[in-house]
């Protein structure tokens, strides 16, 4: 079972993601935000400025205490400014809370923010802040004019909704499911990277420069990322960008397959991903399937002690799982010819093995009338450019687990 309290934290940060998102698509062209500045959000924006501080509790009820903090940390930066009349940038404070949203009366008068916001007890000793910085009355009143409080901001569910509406306006061509595979995480991803920077000046982005970064059409899936959406999703995003197809037959291509399966090798489960890697990845045998139609995926697999692959092939052929690992006779050497011959009706392979990274190369470079492809589904690190043919594209797909496979041919 899933700690709540963590589930929750993490929910609480992409909620402050999406504001932030959300921000930069309402704003002018010119604008620009810091991420985790002053506040959760500093908006440069002209009139629009503001440093926004956002609070998501779905499961909690709103009480003064959950925003005071947050009300005494902006009274503070305003009193450090030397409290100035003319201040461009506002305060705004909103939230979304299960319930209470009715103990908070709107507008603000001066004594429920002295007494409900300004005012807290530490050791048995209150504490007036507005009083210990010496505010006047006009001073205080004019941060008053600049606080805007929300406690009934959208919920996690429809802010994510408002922002799909914005980017479809925004990106040309754009549809809800772009939104949903590609734009969206780009642009948590933008603004995640910002938000770890140590330095200040390194977590500001103008509105230009965020649209720049996540109009792309390219799958980008951090650790957040993975936090957020899940494994099921990342999954369905993989099989969506590479192998999904204009019909429902399976394209003929020659596949090959780098997986990762160090310190991760079970017989059983090895063996179940190679017979279905065969069966999705393989053309579908009929009466007269033409000989040119006939086609099955390469798999090289790393980090399988050599034992454990014979153990792996002797299983697959007592299953009945035709394949061909490129040696024609025992104590021959390695061929490349005699791996990427094409199956025959007598002879359906289903999976052929590539030995190991060195094979690679001339076994891509042997394969004719098909389009070949790598994906290298790796944990830690993907395969050395040495081992890469220059001309073949090579897909680095980072997976959490040696069976991964199975996941994108699921999704």
Not at 9 to 21: E, H, N, V
Not at 174 to 195: M, R, T
Not at 278 to 302: A, I, N, W
Not at 308 to 336: C, M, R, T, W
Request: hydrophobic content about 40%.
């Amino acid at each position: 079972m899933k700690d709540r309290s963590a589930t929750a934290t993490i929910k609480g940060y992409f909620y402050q993601f999406d504001q932030t998102i959300v921000r930069l698509l309402e704003a002018s062209k010119q604008a620009s935000v810091t991420v985790e500045g002053i506040e959760d959000i500093d908006l440069d924006d002209g009139d629009q400025s503001a440093f926004v501080q956002c609070k998501y509790y779905e499961g909690t009820e709103y009480n003064h205490s959950v925003i005071k903090d947050s009300v005494i940390h902006m009274l503070r930066h305003y009193h450090k400014a030397g409290c100035p009349s003319r201040q461009t940038f506002r305060y705004r404070l909103f939230g979304h809370y299960k319930g209470g949203q009715h103990k908070l009366t709107l507008p603000l008068t001066a004594a429920f923010l002295k007494e409900n916001l300004l005012t807290y007890t530490h050791e048995k000793i209150e504490h007036k802040v507005h009083e210990e910085l010496s505010i006047t009355p006009a001073q205080l009143a004019d941060f008053q004019a600049l606080l805007d409080i929300d406690p009934n901001a959208l919920s996690y569910e429809d802010q994510q909704k408002k922002i799909t509406r914005l980017l479809i306006a925004e990106i040309q061509g754009c549809s809800a499911a772009d939104v949903e595979i590609f734009y969206y995480p780009n642009a948590i991803n933008v603004i995640q990277a910002l938000a770890v920077e140590a330095d200040e000046t390194k977590r500001k982005i103008a509105r230009s420069g965020f649209l720049t970064a996540v109009n792309r059409k390219e799958i980008i899936f951090s650790l957040w990322l993975q936090q957020k959406f899940g494994n099921d999703y990342y999954a369905k995003l993989i099989r969506r960008k590479f192998f999904k197809s204009p019909t429902p037959k399976m394209q003929k291509a020659s596949r090959i397959f780098v997986i990762d399966i160090t310190g991760e090798y079970e017989l059983h489960k090895a063996t179940t991903m190679l017979v279905k890697i065969g069966e999705f990845f393989s053309h579908k045998e009929h009466g007269r399937t033409p000989q040119q139609d006939r086609f099955c995926p390469y798999v090289l697999l790393r980090g399988v002690a050599p034992r454990d692959l014979i153990e792996l092939k002797a299983n697959l052929l007592k299953q009945g799982v035709k394949f061909s690992d490129g040696y024609p006779f025992h104590g021959a050497d390695f061929s490349a010819a005699t791996l990427v011959a094409d199956s025959t009706k007598e002879n359906l392979y289903r999976v052929k093995f590539i030995p190991s990274p060195d094979e690679l190369a001339k076994t891509a470079s042997a394969i004719t009338g098909s389009v070949v492809a790598i994906y290298d589904l790796f944990k830690v690190a993907p395969l050395e450019n040495a081992y890469l043919p220059k001309s073949i594209a090579h897909h680095e797909i980072k997976s959490g687990n040696s069976y991964f496979i199975q996941e994108i041919m699921q999704a």
